[in-house]
């Protein structure tokens, strides 16, 4: 098991007011190399739950766990893109993607360096590794932050609707790169989106959240087959599955 969260409620206290019941009673298990995809109404706590998952903040109550080990700090061993880049503006883009690396072992060594270098060339920014990111579009930020995350190699990554800055050509060739990706280097992924078809590309499994207070509703079992391409998309049982499961995300239960 990869990822464990048990009976995990998350409330924020609010300046006035009760406190914000972000999640409620969630458990969830992703097993290792598995790709999960979290789907859900804005504000049902996708967010939060990949903060818990990153250790950014403690859960309200119940566990969460990282192989087996609760999670309390950090670690590593995880990748993280969020919805926005957050990229150092003083630093060039390979030493922004570089970042982890030297705060974590003071020292790039030459592969470092290369591999860097290749993550930059996958999602096409080869061109722009001296640049600053104030020289670079907000999805071109964006795909340097992705390669950030994956510079270590991490075997969970969280990613927080990280697609949704780029435009709708770069965001296809993306997910098919990140199924490359994660193909050729497996690894257990936590991906939110807003995007049903983008989720049924992508995952094994699909969560499906209600509305606030978050909880899980649905759990569905992507069947199609590996490797998964644009033609996948064209399959009759693929628009069937994405209609089936808007359905459900606006139905009453999903805002129960
Ligand atoms: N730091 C915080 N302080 C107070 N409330 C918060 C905080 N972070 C999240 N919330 C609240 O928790 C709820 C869940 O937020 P979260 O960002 O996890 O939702 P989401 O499903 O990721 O939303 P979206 O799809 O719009 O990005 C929201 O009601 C939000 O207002």
Request: glycine residues 6%; positive net charge; charged residues 25%.
């Amino acid at each position: 098991m990869a990822v464990s969260l048990a009976g995990v409620s998350k409330h924020f206290e609010r300046a006035r007011g009760a406190p914000v019941v972000a999640l409620d009673d969630i458990n969830l298990t992703v097993l290792r190399h598995e790709f999960v995809a979290l789907i859900g109404p804005s504000g049902c706590g996708k967010s939060t739950i990949l903060r818990l998952l990153a250790g950014l903040m403690p859960a309200t109550s119940g566990s969460t766990a990282i192989f087996g080990y609760p999670m309390e700090k950090p670690r590593d061993d995880i990748g993280i893109v969020f919805q926005r880049p957050t990229l150092l503006p003083w630093l060039s883009i390979r030493n922004n993607v570089l970042f982890p690396i030297r705060h974590k072992r003071r020292m790039v060594t030459p592969a470092l360096k290369q591999e860097a270098d290749r993550l930059l060339e996958v999602v096409g920014l080869a061109d722009f590794a001296e640049s600053r990111p104030s020289e670079l579009s907000g999805g071109m930020q964006q795909r340097a932050a992705i390669a950030r995350a994956l510079v270590q190699n991490p075997d969970i990554l969280l990613m927080d609707e990280p697609f949704s800055a780029l435009d709708a050509l770069t965001r296809d060739e993306m997910a098919l790169e990140l199924l490359r990706i994660w193909a050729e280097r497996p690894k257990t992924v936590v991906f939110v989106t807003h995007s049903i078809p983008e989720a049924l590309l992508l995952s094994d499994r699909i969560i499906v959240m209600s509305a606030r207070p978050g909880r899980i509703v649905r759990q569905i079992n992507v069947p199609f087959a590996r490797p998964r391409s644009l033609a996948t998309m064209e399959d009759p049982a693929f628009n069937n599955m994405a209609n089936d499961i808007r359905r459900g995300v606006f139905s009453a239960e999903a805002r129960a």
